[in-house]
């Protein structure tokens, strides 16, 4: 519509005819119609949308049980923003975007790789978590602070079914085992003891300058080697230690924290250093720190889909973002499936249903979701619940996922069915398309990128021989002496990887390709960060089996600690494993006090040390109980009068 000016007339609102006003009245009212109208079309990254829709309007569906058809049909309805299925951009073809540098199984989770993620990660601002929402959230946990009573540590220790720390807290009748297994003792108390003089408080110890280390991975949240501790000193029996750090929980561990933080980090070493914590003592302060902190994880699922972003705002904000390197503003699938152990157990404690609700909606959305040749590729859209890239691989940006469906069966006291058949269904997948014997006889998994196999294999994929040994016995009985044969080949192959360095410690990835065998080509992949995941292979393989080679090597694997990584004031890392100058990375790994120090002390023990009917690790090796449902809902007599 062409506005006609009068003869003589200024062009104002003054100089037109009441028809035409009328019109332009019309015209502007469909004009602001239409505008607002579009505020909804915006992607979710919109700061204009925060500010003119109310936070209950932009409330994303998240998926639990009895919700499954609404969220479905929100799943259907296509989005802007979406990354349509199976399309790649240029961008993620070339290498996984801005992805940072020494990414390894850890490397969604590597620790360094995490810090570059914080600091310049932030790519998706999600708008998820509205004011309405914390109020849920408060409701939720006022209501089932009645839950906090229900759970009896008592009765919970009644139906384990053995003595959760064995016959003498597992000391080995051999003396030269139990010598072994004191050397290792020493090893975790000069670790902590240079922890307590020179870091504190902080999340690592700089072993070389002696100072602490914060970093920004864990959202403002302090004391990461004090929580990741915990269980370890207690089942070592240091108790003077373990008691330092209950004390340090009791009056410093803060969680009114407001920063940024990775939700897996975060989730597999706090969630599960304090549920073990409580597990395995009994104290009550634990159960309410994790508590608190697991109601502070919840916004992160207020995603379309219900899949959680990579990234947290620890305050009451609750925001989430996707790794700024994560293809299309993706979640990592070692990071939105390595939640499932730790959210069972906090329903468990708290009784709110909430937990498992979200954890099994990301189960749900996982199996029905189409698999490239069954396989899951790592990157997932919150937004669309479609996959975003074919990048398929059992160490860093996968691992965890396959660990946790196989142990969410065991710790389900092998009730939980689903989780049964997507972990041998993926295994099934894996060794069609990843598994590969080089030509020296080594067997290895390598990583698949749309089809293509890349022949290397990560210092985090090594997991996997201990993963495929503890599935082995719920195999198909006619897999199971196979799956055991698997496992023992892939420990093999990764203890190789430490054989063939001049320091007898292994690289951070390794390959099989222009003549190599099992070892690194690349300089960037030669460094050790005092990772876990080998000598975790050979402590499970030594529990099925009793092969005294696992023993063996993991002796070695002291041995080669004490020569290059023991600085005079901690553990380091080192960051060449070919060469004897040793180059020290000045860090001490809170996941060396959890994990390597633990399974390397387990390794030495009896097997009645946390026995495997029992517990299940989480993967930062908390352990975690199995839960014995009907025994734990038995309500006799003699358990109504227990105290908790
Ligand atoms: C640990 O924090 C966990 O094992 C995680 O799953 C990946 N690896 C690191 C240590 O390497």
Same mark, same amino acid.
């Given at each position: 519509m062409v506005f006609r000016k009068l003869p003589g007339v200024s062009a104002s609102g003054m100089g037109l005819r009441l028809s035409q006003k009328f019109v332009f009245l019309l015209f502007l009212s469909g004009l602001v119609t239409l505008c607002f109208g579009a505020l909804f079309f915006l992607p979710d990254s919109v700061r204009l949308k925060r500010i003119f829709l109310s936070k209950t309007e932009i409330q994303p569906v998240t998926v639990g049980s009895g919700l499954e058809n609404e969220a479905r049909e929100h799943l259907k309805r296509p989005r802007e923003q979406d990354h349509p299925r199976g399309v790649t951009s240029a961008k993620e073809t070339s290498g996984g975007g801005a992805r940072p540098k020494g990414l390894g199984r850890k490397t969604p989770t590597s620790y360094e790789a995490t810090e570059e993620r914080l600091a310049g990660g932030k790519a998706q601002e999600d708008l998820t978590l509205s004011g309405s929402n914390v109020e849920m959230e408060k409701v939720t946990s006022s209501d089932h602070a009645a839950g906090l009573d229900a759970f009896s540590h008592r009765k919970f220790q009644r139906c384990l079914l053995k003595p959760m720390l064995g016959r003498d807290g597992g000391k080995p009748g051999d003396p030269k085992t139990n010598e072994r297994r004191e050397k290792v003792k020493e090893m975790m108390k000069f670790a902590w003891d240079n922890y307590k003089q020179y870091a504190w408080g902080k999340n690592e110890l700089r072993p070389l300058t002696k100072n602490g280390h914060i970093g @920004?991975? +864990? #959202? #403002?949240?302090?004391g990461a080697s004090i929580i990741d501790s915990l269980d370890t000193l207690y089942i070592m029996g240091l108790l003077d230690e373990y008691n330092d750090a209950k004390d340090w929980v009791r009056t410093s561990l803060d969680l009114t924290s407001n920063g940024e933080a990775s939700l897996f980090e975060v989730n597999i070493r706090y969630v599960g250093g304090l549920l073990s914590a409580y597990y395995l003592t009994g104290e009550e302060l634990f159960k309410t720190k994790v508590l608190e902190l697991g109601q502070k994880l919840l916004?992160? +699922? @207020?995603t379309p889909t219900g899949i959680p972003r990579g990234v947290i705002n620890l305050g009451s904000s609750g925001t989430s973002w996707s790794w700024g390197w994560a293809s299309a503003g993706s979640s990592i699938l070692a990071e939105f499936g390595t939640l499932h152990l730790e959210f069972i157990h906090l329903t468990e404690l708290s009784g709110d249903p909430v937990y498992t609700e979200k954890v099994m909606n990301i189960r749900k959305l996982l199996n029905k979701i189409e698999k490239p040749q069954g396989l899951y590729p790592n990157f997932l859209s919150p937004v669309s619940g479609n996959w975003v890239q074919h990048h398929v691989s059992i160490g860093g940006l996968g691992d965890s996922f396959y660990e946790y469906l196989i142990k969410s069966y065991l710790m389900s006291d092998k009730t939980d069915e689903d989780a049964k058949q997507m972990y041998y269904s993926a295994l099934e997948a894996i060794e069609a398309n990843l598994v590969q014997k080089s030509p020296g006889g080594l067997t290895y998994m390598a990583e698949w990128r749309g089809g293509i196999l890349d022949h290397k294999m990560g210092h985090l994929a090594c997991f996997s021989g201990g993963m495929i040994g503890i599935g082995a016995d719920d195999g198909a009985p006619d897999k199971r002496q196979h799956y055991l044969d698997l496992a023992a080949e892939i420990t093999h192959t990764c203890h190789e990887s430490y054989d063939r360095s001049a320091t007898k410690l292994g690289p951070e990835a390794f390959r099989f390709d222009s003549g190599a065998e099992a070892t690194a080509t690349r300089l960037s992949d030669r460094y050790y960060i005092l990772r876990p995941e080998v000598i975790e292979s050979y402590m499970y393989m030594w529990r099925l089996t009793h092969d005294p080679k696992y023993r063996d090597w993991g002796w070695e694997a002291v041995e080669a600690l004490e020569q290059h990584c023991r600085v005079e004031s901690g553990f380091s890392g080192i960051r060449d494993v070919y060469t004897l100058t040793d180059s020290h990375d000045n860090m001490q790994q809170s996941f060396f006090l959890s994990e390597t120090l633990k399974y390397l002390y387990l390794l030495f023990s009896d097997d009645d040390l946390l026995p495997l009917e029992d517990w299940v690790f989480n993967t930062e090796a908390h352990p975690l109980p199995v839960v014995h449902k009907s025994c734990m809902q038995d309500k006799s007599p003699q358990d109504k009068m227990l105290p908790g």
């Amino acid at each position: 519509m062409v506005f006609r000016k009068l003869p003589g007339v200024s062009a104002s609102g003054m100089g037109l005819r009441l028809s035409q006003k009328f019109v332009f009245l019309l015209f502007l009212s469909g004009l602001v119609t239409l505008c607002f109208g579009a505020l909804f079309f915006l992607p979710d990254s919109v700061r204009l949308k925060r500010i003119f829709l109310s936070k209950t309007e932009i409330q994303p569906v998240t998926v639990g049980s009895g919700l499954e058809n609404e969220a479905r049909e929100h799943l259907k309805r296509p989005r802007e923003q979406d990354h349509p299925r199976g399309v790649t951009s240029a961008k993620e073809t070339s290498g996984g975007g801005a992805r940072p540098k020494g990414l390894g199984r850890k490397t969604p989770t590597s620790y360094e790789a995490t810090e570059e993620r914080l600091a310049g990660g932030k790519a998706q601002e999600d708008l998820t978590l509205s004011g309405s929402n914390v109020e849920m959230e408060k409701v939720t946990s006022s209501d089932h602070a009645a839950g906090l009573d229900a759970f009896s540590h008592r009765k919970f220790q009644r139906c384990l079914l053995k003595p959760m720390l064995g016959r003498d807290g597992g000391k080995p009748g051999d003396p030269k085992t139990n010598e072994r297994r004191e050397k290792v003792k020493e090893m975790m108390k000069f670790a902590w003891d240079n922890y307590k003089q020179y870091a504190w408080g902080k999340n690592e110890l700089r072993p070389l300058t002696k100072n602490g280390h914060i970093g @920004n991975m +864990f #959202g #403002g949240l302090r004391g990461a080697s004090i929580i990741d501790s915990l269980d370890t000193l207690y089942i070592m029996g240091l108790l003077d230690e373990y008691n330092d750090a209950k004390d340090w929980v009791r009056t410093s561990l803060d969680l009114t924290s407001n920063g940024e933080a990775s939700l897996f980090e975060v989730n597999i070493r706090y969630v599960g250093g304090l549920l073990s914590a409580y597990y395995l003592t009994g104290e009550e302060l634990f159960k309410t720190k994790v508590l608190e902190l697991g109601q502070k994880l919840l916004p992160a +699922f @207020n995603t379309p889909t219900g899949i959680p972003r990579g990234v947290i705002n620890l305050g009451s904000s609750g925001t989430s973002w996707s790794w700024g390197w994560a293809s299309a503003g993706s979640s990592i699938l070692a990071e939105f499936g390595t939640l499932h152990l730790e959210f069972i157990h906090l329903t468990e404690l708290s009784g709110d249903p909430v937990y498992t609700e979200k954890v099994m909606n990301i189960r749900k959305l996982l199996n029905k979701i189409e698999k490239p040749q069954g396989l899951y590729p790592n990157f997932l859209s919150p937004v669309s619940g479609n996959w975003v890239q074919h990048h398929v691989s059992i160490g860093g940006l996968g691992d965890s996922f396959y660990e946790y469906l196989i142990k969410s069966y065991l710790m389900s006291d092998k009730t939980d069915e689903d989780a049964k058949q997507m972990y041998y269904s993926a295994l099934e997948a894996i060794e069609a398309n990843l598994v590969q014997k080089s030509p020296g006889g080594l067997t290895y998994m390598a990583e698949w990128r749309g089809g293509i196999l890349d022949h290397k294999m990560g210092h985090l994929a090594c997991f996997s021989g201990g993963m495929i040994g503890i599935g082995a016995d719920d195999g198909a009985p006619d897999k199971r002496q196979h799956y055991l044969d698997l496992a023992a080949e892939i420990t093999h192959t990764c203890h190789e990887s430490y054989d063939r360095s001049a320091t007898k410690l292994g690289p951070e990835a390794f390959r099989f390709d222009s003549g190599a065998e099992a070892t690194a080509t690349r300089l960037s992949d030669r460094y050790y960060i005092l990772r876990p995941e080998v000598i975790e292979s050979y402590m499970y393989m030594w529990r099925l089996t009793h092969d005294p080679k696992y023993r063996d090597w993991g002796w070695e694997a002291v041995e080669a600690l004490e020569q290059h990584c023991r600085v005079e004031s901690g553990f380091s890392g080192i960051r060449d494993v070919y060469t004897l100058t040793d180059s020290h990375d000045n860090m001490q790994q809170s996941f060396f006090l959890s994990e390597t120090l633990k399974y390397l002390y387990l390794l030495f023990s009896d097997d009645d040390l946390l026995p495997l009917e029992d517990w299940v690790f989480n993967t930062e090796a908390h352990p975690l109980p199995v839960v014995h449902k009907s025994c734990m809902q038995d309500k006799s007599p003699q358990d109504k009068m227990l105290p908790g």
